[in-house]
């Protein structure tokens, strides 16, 4: 899905499909290590609970904005940046969240 849209990002010289499809290979990157590590810390398996927390809020968020968009301003509706406010908003919280558990894990790894 993620190869697809930063393809077509591409093709139709969109650099925000582009962008997007970014955060689709982190986040299989991150599934793949917590899956393929041997003995995962148990803050990792945190950081990958808040990870799947907020992204689920993105994809409710962002379908509220897609329906309700179209009822309340329509001419906003399809513009790329009011579907990016969801997923801007979430990345910033897992992030701060990350960082606040690798604090009080005593992790001195990246948050990402």
Do not use: C, D
């Amino acid at each position: 899905m993620s190869l697809n849209t930063a393809v077509r990002g591409v093709l139709v010289g969109q650099p925000l499909m582009i962008g997007i499809s970014t955060i689709g290979f982190a986040t299989v990157g991150t599934n793949l290590w917590f899956m393929f590590t041997a003995r995962p810390r148990p803050v990792y398996a945190l950081r990958e609970h808040v990870k799947g927390l907020i992204g689920t809020g993105i994809s409710v968020y962002t379908a509220f904005l897609a329906f309700g968009a179209v009822r309340f301003v329509p001419e906003l509706a399809l513009h790329p940046g009011l579907w990016a406010i969801p997923l801007v908003t979430g990345l910033a919280t897992i992030i701060w969240h990350w960082a606040q558990l690798n604090r009080a894990h005593g992790s001195r790894k990246s948050v990402a």
